[in-house]
Structures are given as structure tokens and as C-alpha cells.
């Protein structure tokens, strides 16, 4: 009974407590725990009325950049038009055609584009001012080397206009423009001599015939860039120098031969020069003409 009395005891005094902490100066001791909110009260909207907050969410794709191949090169810058493109496109620059044949076609190119830019008569009194300084010894030349005498005048007026004291930025000297290798080769001592330079640069032109079989323009070629370069290209090589250089003398031949005595149909028949009287006057002033391209 007494265990009994005990229980109910404590089980008083607990509810006295619970009372006590609920108490309403307990309770006002305590703040609410939303002090700024209100309540508003929003009524159900009217049949047919629209949304009043629209969300859209647009659906993207990831998109992801093509793949650069590894091994790709960048683009080439288009290579920029040169003098005498329409000639190239005329006349093959490769194997696989004969020399009379591409002659006769580089000759047609010259008469009927004209992209040289000069007409025969106006190289006359530059070609003329060259006879009239150097004709011997170029036709001396000429005999023997077997060529003709025109054509080694047109390799003299573009290669140095006639300056003996000519000296190229590469070591090209003289008349013919002979490089201290290709001088010794063909036993040129002194490049400067007039006579010496012609010799040698005649014995090259006659050389690079035979090697390229009567090829005028491979010839050419080979005078101007050397005959390893047209080896290795199987033709006139793609050099803006040599390409421009090679129709520039042709061009120049066309105009020489005019001043032959004999009519000229190929690079090794003779020529003797004729010089006109009426041109004395301009041979001086023709000598100090610079290069004609």
C-alpha cells in the first residue's frame, strides 16, 4: 500500500509541473516562430481564366565542336598570279613533247599574247648598241660553238644588257652572267674579258642543247637555273625567275634575228649581223638601258 501511495504521489507532482510550464506567462515569454507572416486568402479563379505565371523552359542540345584531325595541314595560301602565266598554260613546261614542237608553240604564245610587254623593234636599239660594242666576238663565238649569233646576243641583253662590269647579288659576272664555278668549268679565267666571257657562255649554251636534245627552252632553263634544277624537275622548273627568264630571252631572239643577214628558222644556223646605219646614234644611249625585265 505504501509503494502504492508513493506512485500516485509522484505522479501528482509531475502534472503540478506540466500546469506550471504551461502557464501563460511561460507562454507569452516565448516569440512565434513566423513574426512576419501573414496570410492571404487567394479564392479558386473562374472557369476559362489563363495562367496567371507562365514558366517555359526550352529544351537545348548540347552541341559539340567537329573533331580537327590530328594530322590536318592548314590551308594554302593561293599562290599570286607571275608574268607569263598565259605563256605556261600555253606551252608545256614538262616531258612528253618535242623540241620543234614546243618552240613553235612558245614562239605563237609570244606573237599572240604579247605578255613581254616589248615588240621586236623596241629591243632593236638595245640588241643594235650590243652589236655594235661586242659583234665579233660574239660571232667568233657563235662559229664555234655551232649557234647561232642571235641567240647568243638575246642570253647578252637580258642577262646583263650589254654591261661588261655586270655583277649579279649571287656572283654572276659579265656579259653572259657566268658563275665563278660554271667560268672555271668552261675555262674562263677572267669573266670580266669580253671575249673570254662570251666564249665561255657560249660553249654552256651549246652544252645544255646537247644535254636537253635540241630543247631550246630546256636549255634555257638550265642556263638560267642551273642543269640539275630542269633534271630534277623533268622540265623547266617552277621558279618565278627561270619562268619569266625563259620566254624574256626567246622573246629577245625573235627580235635578234631580225638583224641576221640569213633567215633564222632554229638556234644553230649561222648569222651574220647587219647594223643599220640609221641606229648609230642609239647605240650609246641604248648601252646604259638596264635590264630589260
Not at 24 to 42: E, G, L, Q, S, W
Not at 153 to 163: D, F, K, M, T, Y
Amino acid at each position: 500500500m505504501r509503494h502504492r501511495a508513493a506512485r500516485i504521489l509522484a505522479m501528482v507532482v509531475v502534472a503540478a509541473c506540466s500546469i506550471v510550464a504551461l502557464s501563460p506567462a511561460a507562454i507569452a515569454d516565448t516569440p512565434p516562430p513566423f513574426p512576419d507572416f501573414t496570410f492571404k486568402r487567394v479564392k479558386v479563379p473562374p472557369p476559362g481564366t489563363r495562367k496567371r505565371i507562365t514558366v517555359q523552359i526550352r529544351e537545348t542540345r548540347s552541341v559539340r565542336p567537329a573533331a580537327r584531325p590530328r594530322d590536318a595541314d592548314p590551308p594554302l595560301p593561293a599562290r599570286p598570279p607571275r608574268r607569263f602565266d598565259g605563256f605556261w598554260q600555253t606551252v608545256p613546261a614538262g616531258p612528253g613533247i618535242a623540241p620543234s614542237e614546243r618552240l613553235a608553240k612558245a614562239i605563237a604564245a609570244l606573237k599572240v599574247d604579247g605578255e613581254s610587254g616589248r615588240k621586236p623593234r623596241e629591243l632593236h636599239p638595245l640588241l643594235q648598241a650590243i652589236i655594235g660594242r661586242y659583234g665579233p666576238q660574239i660571232e667568233a663565238a657563235a662559229l664555234r660553238s655551232g649557234l647561232s649569233a642571235a641567240l647568243i646576243l638575246a642570253v647578252i641583253s637580258v642577262e646583263s644588257a650589254g654591261r661588261n662590269s655586270a655583277l649579279s647579288p649571287r656572283g654572276a659576272q659579265g656579259l653572259m652572267q657566268l658563275i665563278p664555278a660554271t667560268a672555271k668549268r668552261f675555262g674562263v679565267e677572267d669573266a670580266f674579258d669580253p671575249a673570254r666571257n662570251i666564249a665561255g657562255g657560249a660553249k654552256y649554251l651549246d652544252f645544255l642543247l646537247r644535254l636537253f636534245k635540241g630543247d631550246i627552252l630546256l636549255a634555257l632553263a638550265g642556263y638560267n637555273a642551273g642543269e640539275n634544277a630542269v633534271i630534277r624537275a623533268e622540265g623547266v622548273p617552277d621558279y618565278a625567275e627561270t619562268r619569266a627568264y625563259v620566254p624574256l630571252v626567246l622573246d629577245a631572239w625573235l627580235a635578234a634575228r631580225e638583224l641576221c643577214r640569213t633567215p633564222q628558222r632554229s638556234v644553230r644556223v649561222p648569222c651574220s649581223f647587219r647594223l643599220r646605219p640609221e641606229s648609230a646614234p642609239a647605240i650609246v644611249a641604248a648601252t646604259r638601258l638596264g635590264r630589260p625585265h
